[in-house]
């Protein structure tokens, strides 16, 4: 069975604010998505890495990364799952339906090699497939609702949370099958897992590092930033 990859890149990054799409900011004299997309090619066991791009995407086709041969391109959508679902399209025309597929975000530019092959090696026998988290250090509020949004209602346990990171891996056959009736129903799904979790599946959580982070805001550039001089020390 082979192992895919999915990076879907077609968003547009509005809460970062600029003209620039998060993904194609410079991060360490290269882009977001170019040391996002590396870390899935250093994985020697994943065979092609689709990236989804906006159809009036300007900026892919000038990244040395677009003429990899071990990358594909497809056409994005105005969502992430119909962009991942485009995606698991030219997947299922090559592959197997009990193939694996890992998702990542385009603007996780930290994802270590060693927690991605970690996930691939809990994972390669389960029948479903599960997502890197990682566990939650701050105290969790609820808040009362729309009534009340800025008064606490509950404490959560915070030992039954997590937060849910990528790569998110699953089966080739049951992921289109969650991402696609999901789209029919018009349901709102977050991530993959989300999908899968609505057809009664529990995907497994796997333990990956907290500097896995995601590039949203101005600072978590910054952030970013610090983190891979680290890792380069």
């Known amino acids: 069975?082979?192992?895919?990859?999915?990076?879907?890149?077609?968003?547009?990054?509005?809460?970062?604010?600029?003209?620039?799409?998060?993904?194609?900011?410079?991060?360490?004299?290269?882009?977001?998505?170019?040391?996002?997309?590396?870390?899935?090619?250093?994985?020697?066991?994943?065979?092609?890495?689709?990236?989804?791009?906006?159809?009036?995407?300007?900026?892919?086709?000038?990244?040395?990364?677009?003429?990899?041969?071990?990358?594909?391109?497809?056409?994005?959508?105005s969502e992430r799952q119909e962009s991942v679902l485009n995606a698991l399209r030219f997947i299922l025309d090559k592959g197997e339906e009990a193939d694996w597929v890992l998702v990542h975000d385009a603007v996780r530019p930290c994802v270590r090699a060693d927690d991605i092959e970690k996930l691939i090696a809990e994972l390669k026998d389960d029948e479903i497939g599960g997502l890197l988290v990682s566990a939650m250090d701050n105290t969790v509020k609820r808040v009362a609702g729309s009534e009340s949004p800025n008064r606490v209602a509950e404490t959560l346990d915070r030992t039954q949370l997590f937060n849910a990171l990528t790569p998110q891996m699953f089966r080739l056959d049951k992921l289109f099958r969650a991402l696609n009736e999901a789209a029919e129903q018009a349901a709102p799904v977050t991530d993959e897992a989300s999908a899968i979790e609505r057809m009664g599946w529990a995907p497994l959580l796997v333990t990956g590092s907290k500097t896995n982070i995601k590039i949203t805001h101005s600072s978590d550039l910054l952030l970013a930033e610090a983190i891979l001089k680290l890792a380069q020390d």
Do not use: N
């Not at 041969?69 to 056409?75: D, F, G, M």
């Open 1 to 77: 069975m082979a192992i895919w990859a999915i990076v879907p890149a077609a968003g547009v990054g509005r809460r970062l604010g600029g003209t620039i799409p998060k993904q194609y900011l410079p991060l360490l004299g290269r882009t977001v998505i170019e040391r996002s997309v590396d870390c899935l090619l250093a994985i020697a066991d994943i065979k092609c890495v689709v990236v989804a791009i906006g159809p009036q995407d300007t900026y892919w086709q000038d990244l040395p990364c677009s003429q990899h041969p071990h990358i594909e391109v497809v056409t994005g959508g």
